[in-house]
Nanobody, 112 residues
Framework: EVQLVESGGGLVQAGGSLRLSCAASGFSFDDYTVAWFRQAPGKEREGISCFTTSDGSTYYADSVKGRFTMSSDNAKNTLYLQMNSLKPEDTAVYYC?????WGRGAQVTVSV
């Protein structure tokens, strides 16, 4: 059974940083495309970063490019999202996705 569990969310002031983690079981990050999404109140879920194993490339949405960095620790089967220079518009529930499975999400709130 595939399980994804996000952690590391919280409340931070604008300009601050947070690091989200996504612990996976039931599959290996080595073998599949994995991604981070977010959903702000009243908005659709949007993809913000993904890593494609086929060519080893990482994609970032324009809204987070240069501020967010996706990485993984394959030994721990854990995915990370380092978020710097956070803005109030980054406030959302953040989800990791792999093998068409979703975690429950982690709330990130950025205050002005």
């Amino acid at each position: 059974e595939v399980q994804l569990v996000e952690s590391g969310g919280g409340l931070v002031q604008a300009g601050g940083s947070l690091r989200l983690s996504c612990a996976a079981s039931g599959f290996s990050f080595d073998d599949y495309t994995v991604a981070w999404f977010r959903q702000a109140p009243g908005k659709e879920r949007e993809g913000i970063s993904c890593f494609t194993t086929s060519d080893g490339s990482t994609y970032y949405a324009d809204s987070v490019k240069g501020r967010f960095t996706m990485s993984s620790d394959n030994a721990k089967n854990t995915l990370y999202l380092q978020m710097n220079s956070l803005k109030p518009e980054d406030t959302a529930v953040y989800y990791c996705n792999g093998l068409n499975s979703w975690g429950r999400g982690a709330q990130v709130t950025v205050s002005v």
